[in-house]
């Protein structure tokens, strides 16, 4: 649970710069598969960004520590940034 405020303040950070900043859809579809793939698959997905592997490396270690919480506790915490993005 440590990790959801971060989460959550990143979230905040990239799609609610603006009063009137509407979310990207690639950005809440990058949070659920962030949240909800396994890091294979994530790690996949990540190559259409074609990012430094150093960064795809701490984004995947990063995961690793969310893969720990509970499958249903990660969707809580996608419904709370669903919900956020929507009131942004």
């Not at 303040?9 to 609610?16: G, I, S």
């Not at 710069?17 to 990540?46: Q, T």
């Not at 969310?66 to 993005?85: C, F, M, P």
């Amino acid at each position: 649970m440590k990790l959801c405020l971060p989460l959550l303040l990143v979230a905040l950070a990239l799609c609610c710069s603006e009063a009137n900043g509407i979310a990207c859809p690639n950005v809440i579809f990058e949070l659920g598969e962030f949240l909800l793939v396994d890091k294979v698959s994530y790690r996949a997905s990540l190559a259409k960004y074609n990012a430094p592997k150093e960064a795809v490396d701490a984004k995947l270690e990063v995961k690793g520590c969310t893969d720990q919480i509970d499958v249903k506790s990660r969707g809580a915490i996608l419904v709370v940034l669903e919900n956020v993005l929507k009131a942004c």
